[in-house]
């Protein structure tokens, strides 16, 4: 089995980043079967800004948990690159979670005890390859605020620093669940510019789910799931300016 994480990017940029053939997810057993996901086929490209939407319950959450490696599938194919996820063990998903995939969810998670650069370099001391927690920090407008803890920082400032440590290590996909879901709209929309930025400057694959269908403007392709199934998808001619969007 060929490991993703020393893949050329000549190849990499022909083929997919993930390749989901048929992907299901059950839960319990008997009449307290839940089906997450039924049936799911998806391929995601390098670069590309990706938003799933759907309603709580949707299967948008175990998607993204399992194209994340935190989560292994019930049958199907999961692969990423060439690799094949749903066959890895412990250590590999460790592995790919470490040097592949950025994760931001709607609450921040900082050590309140530990300075956002700090807050960052907890990620840069693991990672083979990373940013300074400067540059990540920079990257989503923080430069000056470096050395203040979480307590004095606002809410979209803390999730900012969050992106940032997602961001540090350089993955190659960036997870993003429901990241604005904590936030009021204005600073909201300064978090999701931040995400824009990071997918167009680094070509970072970027996946974000979210119940608000006012996000699929900024996207360049959007799905749709109901009852874990995919039942839309659409493209976006041009991605709109995050300000630009209707909420």
């Not at 993204?64 to 692969?79: A, I, S």
């Not at 050590?111 to 927690?133: H, K």
């Amino acid at each position: 089995m060929s490991n993703p994480l020393s893949t050329s990017l000549s190849s990499a940029s022909e083929a997919p980043v993930f390749r989901v053939e048929k992907l299901t997810k059950i839960y319990g057993e008997g009449e307290a079967e839940v089906r997450a996901l039924g049936g799911v086929d998806l391929e995601c490209r390098e670069g590309e800004f990706l938003v799933v939407l759907g309603a709580s319950g949707s299967g948008k959450s175990t998607l993204l948990n399992l194209l994340g490696g935190l989560d292994t599938p019930t049958g199907g194919g999961l692969f990423y690159r060439d690799w094949d996820l749903g066959s890895a063990d412990d250590d590999g998903l460790t592995q790919y979670r470490r040097e592949a995939v950025g994760f931001v969810f709607q609450f921040y998670n900082l050590i309140p005890s530990l300075t956002a650069r700090e807050n960052v370099a907890l990620i840069t001391e693991i990672a083979p390859d990373p940013m300074t927690a400067e540059e990540a920090l920079t990257l989503v407008g923080l430069g000056e605020r470096l050395d203040h803890f979480p307590a004095e920082l606002s809410g979209g400032e803390q999730q900012r620093v969050a992106i940032a440590r997602a961001i540090a290590k350089r993955p190659a996909v960036l997870m993003c669940d429901e990241p604005t879901g904590a936030l009021d709209v204005n600073t909201g929309i300064t978090v999701l510019e931040a995400i824009d930025r990071i997918n167009r400057e680094l070509g970072t694959l970027t996946l974000m789910i979210t119940h608000n269908s006012a996000m699929s403007a900024i996207a360049d392709r959007v799905l749709t799931l109901s009852g874990g199934l995919i039942t839309g998808e659409h493209r976006n001619p041009q991605r709109a300016p995050v300000k630009d969007m209707s909420w």
